[in-house]
């Protein structure tokens, strides 16, 4: 899918790199479309061949992806 894909962070003046995987590519690009998370999943499952059911425990595992992405804010509250 990507050779190489980053996510660029900005978060309290501070910025970092996060080098992304197909699958986070896949989830991020859903997410910046609006697409809520269990869509998100479910488009990587569909894009990348993936089952369902495994794509949704790897994203509610506990010190996995998810939380490195929400410590480095890579999803904001809009409220």
């Keep these: 899918m990507c050779t190489t894909c980053i996510a660029l962070i900005r978060k309290d003046y501070y910025t970092s790199i996060i080098r992304l995987t197909d699958a986070h590519y896949v989830f ?3 997410m910046q479309r609006g697409d809520s998370v269990q869509q ?3 488009c990587v499952a569909e894009q ?5 059911e495994l794509v949704t425990n790897a994203w509610r595992q506990s ?3 998810r939380d490195r992405w ?7 509250n809009k409220c």
């Design 28 to 30: 991020l690009t859903a």
């Design 40 to 42: 998100a999943l479910k």
């Design 48 to 52: 990348l061949g993936l089952d369902i």
């Design 70 to 76: 929400f410590d480095a804010g890579v999803f904001i």
């Design 63 to 65: 010190g996995q992806v």
